[in-house]
């Protein structure tokens, strides 16, 4: 009996991770949630808290890309982004903000845009 309880419970528990599971990569997160801030070292803190907060393994959220190397900006302008779906993003956030969304629910309609004209 005692097993059975056991196994319920690891049951339990992996249906709970695998409903918070995160929806899209974590290539296509960072980018639209890049995609919605201006480029200080205190996005790059943001992006930890948040990426991990959607249930991304940490490690992944910690991984060196192109925004963020230790905790600190290191990518360009906007200049550099060659992004075609960028700015679909950053619109969706503007008009998200514009109509008094928090920053939290305009990051999640930026990610939805940019997923959305990405294609997946």
Not at 25 to 54: M, N, Q
Not at 84 to 105: F, M, S
Request: overall charge negative; glycine content about 8%.
């Amino acid at each position: 009996m005692k097993t059975h309880l056991v196994f319920l419970a690891l049951a339990s528990m992996l249906i709970a991770l695998a409903s918070c599971a995160p929806t899209m990569s974590i290539d296509d997160a960072r980018t639209a949630y890049f995609a919605t801030v201006d480029g200080s070292d205190d996005d790059c803190e943001g992006w930890l808290e948040w990426c991990i907060d959607e249930g991304y393994p940490q490690a992944d959220c910690e991984e060196r890309n192109e925004y963020c190397v230790d905790g600190e900006w290191v990518r360009g302008g906007d200049e550099d982004d060659d992004d075609p779906c960028t700015p679909a993003a950053d619109a969706a956030y503007a008009d998200c903000i514009e109509a008094g969304g928090t920053q939290e629910d305009c990051r999640e309609a930026a990610a939805a845009a940019y997923e959305e004209c990405a294609g997946e």
